[in-house]
Nanobody, 124 residues
Framework: QVQLVESGGGLVQAGGSLKLSCAPS????????MGWFRQAPGKERELLAA????????YYAASVKGRFTISRDNAKNTVYLQMDSLKPEDTAVYYC?????????????????WGQGTQVTVSS
């Protein structure tokens, strides 16, 4: 069973930064795309950023473009989400996900594996 494990969440003041990490545990697997999502109470899950393992293609939602950066370290099999200039409205549970089949990088559906989520709280 493949599991994705996120880390790096926490409490930060507005304007601050956090860096989330995501790595698979359990049996090895191959993924085409890795994505970071978030879900705030009472809101739908939102795709924030995605990256192809094989190349440099990335996608960012308008709400985070210019503030968040997705990256990967193939040697460590880890995906990161660097979050800068955080705002109170960024408060949510953040999830990483892996997609095994090639699809549009901005697609919300199609992800096969999910992490358990990590809480990010931004105070004003």
């Amino acid at each position: 069973q493949v599991q994705l494990v996120e880390s790096g969440g926490g409490l930060v003041q507005a304007g601050g930064s956090l860096k989330l990490s995501c790595a698979p545990s359990g049996r090895t697997f191959s993924a085409v795309t890795m994505g970071w999502f978030r879900q705030a109470p009472g809101k739908e899950r939102e795709l924030l950023a995605a990256i192809r393992w094989s190349g440099s293609m990335t996608y960012y939602a308008a709400s985070v473009k210019g503030r968040f950066t997705i990256s990967r370290d193939n040697a460590k099999n880890t995906v990161y989400l660097q979050m800068d200039s955080l705002k109170p409205e960024d408060t949510a549970v953040y999830y990483c996900a892996a997609e095994r089949q090639l699809g549009p990088i901005s697609a919300v559906s199609g992800y096969d594996y999910w992490g358990q989520g990590t809480q990010v709280t931004v105070s004003s």
